[in-house]
């Protein structure tokens, strides 16, 4: 057989694998028959997480994040779709406090899906442990809060009928994206080897990691804003443009689209000023996130 092919159907079989175990996982939540509001996209999930990196050492990886991405698809839905301000402001407190003993208030869709959420994080973190010694769960519990702040932040918007300033959007929005949280789950599913170089990690990517956010969060309102705002979301960045300057759709459309080449450009300066080994490595899975979007 030629061993290019052979390479693909190796390569694919790995592939297999992973899909086999996140679906596995999937059904144990049992979120798609309990949190029928939410979308099931599973396999989109898994998809996503090919496109950061395809190659059969990322195995964990893709396991690791097709769960992280399917939670947040599911939790954006929770505070997009169904849950009320109140109820939102009571999940996003436990979620902040990380405590199991917390959830007695919540209702029961809440209580299923912070179980599910609380429990697949532990393990992550755990797991991480096991392989490294090195204690992540702190960090993961606070990048999971903030992520649900930022939802909530937006929720109240919406509830209020505020619209915010662009710059006050994006400031939430390159957050609420979810790409810092999924970065670093990719980090902590490739290479850390102590606790220092988790900190000079975050020092040393926050731009990398700020301008990728940018970058999807624009590029998404790009493709969806219209469907989101027929549907009953917040206003988006084009339409934060659009109500801050007066400009019509299509000029504020140009606007965005200009911010977009901008920020690549900065994205592409970190790419060339990166030191290390390690920093590359990360900007490569940076980029392709932002290229997934």
């Not at 990886?61 to 505070?79: E, S």
Request: hydrophobic share 40%.
């Amino acid at each position: 057989m030629n061993p290019t092919i052979l390479d693909f159907y190796m390569v694919r079989a790995v592939h297999i694998e992973d899909l086999k175990h996140t679906s596995r996982w999937w059904r144990n939540t049992s979120w798609d028959k309990k949190l029928t509001f939410a979308r099931d996209r599973l396999m989109e999930n898994f998809l996503w997480t090919v496109g950061y990196s395809y190659l059969p050492q990322f195995s964990l990886g893709r396991r690791n994040l097709t769960k992280v991405n399917a939670m947040i698809t599911t939790i954006d839905d929770v505070y997009d779709v169904y849950g009320t301000l109140d109820e939102l402001e009571q999940f996003t407190d436990v979620i902040s406090k990380w405590d199991i003993n917390a959830i007695e208030e919540l209702p029961d869709y809440m209580k299923i899906c912070f179980l599910g959420l609380y429990n697949t994080v532990n393990e992550i973190a755990y797991n991480t442990l096991m392989n490294t010694r090195i204690l992540v769960l702190p960090y993961l519990k606070k990048a999971w809060a903030d992520l649900c702040k930022s939802y909530l932040a937006e929720a109240r918007w919406y509830n209020s009928g505020y619209t915010p300033t662009l710059e006050e959007y994006l400031e939430n929005a390159s957050v609420s994206i979810s790409s810092p949280l999924v970065l670093m789950h990719i980090k902590f599913s490739t290479s850390i080897s102590s606790t220092e170089e988790i900190l000079q990690w975050f020092e040393e990517s926050k731009y990398i990691v700020r301008h990728a956010a940018l970058i999807f969060r624009l590029a998404d309102d790009l493709g969806t804003s219209s469907d989101e705002m027929e549907r009953g979301d917040i206003s988006k960045s084009i339409q934060c443009y659009m109500h801050e300057s007066g400009a019509t759709e299509d000029e504020a459309r140009r606007y965005i689209e200009n911010l977009i080449m901008k920020t690549w450009k900065k994205l592409n300066k970190e790419r060339a000023n990166a030191k290390s080994q390690l920093l590359r490595e990360f900007i490569e899975y940076a980029m392709d996130i932002v290229r997934m979007a």
